[in-house]
């Protein structure tokens, strides 16, 4: 059984991963020119031409800044746009002068979305409504005293005195819920006999302090369909310029044998289920030997096993030594490991792979150390399991500092400094790296660090590292379109 200090294996995989990267293929998407300096990502679209219709959001040419408008009237200005997770931050309505009554009260009554479009208020936020009708203090949302929007308005520096005061008084309760449900992830409701002015904080932090709390309303949107099209010029791959769903609007909808894959934004090509039969019937033939073999395989090593067992585990070690460049391990006994896992007790499970888990364990001393374990009976697994024990403990490295020793606390440590390109080998950049090259090392950096969360749930799946990944590269390469283009201007 070996060890290696936890968090190591997550970015190998990530990494790894990276390489993948240059297989994607393009794709028929047409993205919006910059509005301004602000970049309007795909699907978002600011005229007919580019993105895609149903994304609508507005670029005001007098001030070059995005708005999102909503039903009935209202706009809202967008502060930033987060394409790798689909979501944007629109800054909530603002006063209307001396009164705690905000502009979209009496434009539109408050927030509404068109429910048929596909953008909606995530549970990222939570909303704080003001100056409200005393009827409200019975219903499903927290308008007690105790209610955190009493907190905000006291004292999170956001609102005036004097407005504070006509938002919540006397009879006049604040309110607080989360947004994100039904109907909330639609429509925040403003209303003469209800409330009559909202704000929202992002991801609120009770523990933080009021004035630390950050404003701003959250909205995703869902995955885009095929890109629409005008002509079949517009489509690559596998796809065709037709009328999607009974609709006037043209999309490159795949073709027969291709599915539209909205992760990777392009046709993939379907499973046959003739092929896929067949495939069942030898999978289940070849398990069916492979279960005959391995019980035969069982019953002679049995009897040999014993003998065997010592030569196999010198033989280890030696493999070992051999794929670690010479550096000692140290070895642990089964008992050892049992112990600091509980029994390889299932609630300790951090992650599962091809070759087997890995278990998080603490040894008689405290340290805290991942212990994967090898599927039974499988020489591959175990030989798997060795070889990235000596490559993980290259990660781990006694010359730096003690605080360093472990490569993923050394990069995390790095990256929340600030200094990530530290940890970049120079060689691959040269001295002065392009900010292409600068960007993309920052956001995979990220995405590693994602990987390293200790639960399984916090880490992203393969799915998401795929479809990041993607979302990063055309980031990158339409910054670098951005980039020629602005320089052939000056
Ligand atoms: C806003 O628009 C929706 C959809 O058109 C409509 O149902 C609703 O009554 C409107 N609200 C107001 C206050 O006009
Ligand atoms: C909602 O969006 C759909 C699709 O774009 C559109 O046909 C409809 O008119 C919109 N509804 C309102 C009330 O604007
Ligand atoms: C209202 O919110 C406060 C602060 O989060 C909490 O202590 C209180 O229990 C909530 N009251 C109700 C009725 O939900
Ligand atoms: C909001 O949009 C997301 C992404 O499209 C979707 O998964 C979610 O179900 C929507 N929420 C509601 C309440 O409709």
Redesign the pocket.
């Known amino acids: 059984m070996n060890m290696t200090k936890p968090n190591a294996k997550p970015p190998l995989l990530c990494s790894s991963l990276l390489f993948l990267l240059q297989f994607f293929h393009s794709s028929s998407q047409k993205t919006c020119p910059n509005c301004g300096s602000l970049e309007v990502p795909y699907p978002l679209s600011t005229n007919p031409d580019c993105g895609d219709p149903d994304y609508t959001i507005r670029c005001d040419p007098l001030s070059h800044k995005l708005y999102f408008d909503a039903?009935?009237g209202s706009s809202y200005l967008i502060l930033r746009i987060t394409p790798s997770s689909h979501r944007m931050v629109v800054q909530p309505s603002p006063w209307l002068p001396g009164t705690c009554v905000t502009q979209d009260m009496p434009v539109?009554?408050?927030l509404?979305l068109?429910q048929t479009l596909p953008f909606n208020v995530t549970s990222s936020n939570t909303i704080f409504l003001f100056n409200c009708s005393p009827r409200l203090v019975i219903s499903p949302l927290n308008c007690t005293l105790s209610s955190l929007c009493h907190r905000y308005l006291d004292s999170s520096g956001y609102v005036d005195k004097k407005r504070a005061l006509q938002c919540a008084s006397g009879l006049d309760p604040c309110c607080t819920f989360l947004a994100g449900g039904t109907p909330s992830a639609y429509k925040i409701r403003l209303h003469s006999s209800g409330c009559r002015s909202f704000r929202s904080i992002l991801h609120l932090d009770p523990q933080k302090k009021p004035n630390q709390w950050e404003e701003g309303l959250e909205i995703q949107w869902a995955s885009p369909p095929e890109p629409p099209c005008k002509t079949h010029l517009d489509c690559f791959g596998a796809s065709k310029c037709i009328p999607a769903g009974g609709t006037d609007v043209f999309r490159c909808l795949c073709k027969k044998g291709y599915y539209w894959n909205s992760g990777l934004c392009t046709c993939s090509r379907k499973k046959n289920p003739k092929s896929g039969l067949t495939l069942k019937v030898s999978i289940g033939v070849v398990s069916f030997c492979t279960l005959v073999v391995v019980m035969a395989a069982i019953a002679v090593r049995k009897s040999v096993q014993f003998s065997k067992r010592s030569k196999l585990a010198k033989a280890r070690e030696d493999m070992l030594k051999s794929s670690n460049s010479g550096k000692s391990s140290t070895m642990f006994s089964l008992k050892v490991v049992k112990k600091a896992t509980n029994g390889f007790s299932r609630d300790r499970i951090l992650g599962s792979g091809g070759f087997g888990e890995v278990y998080k364990g603490e040894l008689h001393d405290g340290t805290v150390v991942a212990v994967k374990l090898a599927k039974v009976g499988d020489i591959k697994s175990t030989q798997q399991v060795l070889n990235e024990v000596g490559i993980l403990s290259q990660a781990i490295d006694f010359s730096r500092d003690e605080d360093d020793v472990n490569l993923a606390a050394y990069v995390i440590q790095r990256a929340n400094g600030g200094s990530i390109m530290e940890v970049v080998d120079r060689q691959l950049l040269g001295e002065e790296p392009p900010v292409k090259e600068t960007t993309s090392v920052k956001l995979f950096s990220e995405l590693a660090l994602a990987c390293l969360r200790e639960k399984k749930g916090d880490r992203p799946s393969m799915k998401d590292v795929v479809q990041e990944l993607q979302l990063i590269k055309e980031m990158v390469e339409q910054q670098e379109v951005s980039n020629e283009v602005s320089s052939e201007i000056i």
Request: net charge negative; aromatic share 14%; proline share 0%.
């Open positions: 039903l009935n539109s009554e408050g509404w068109n």
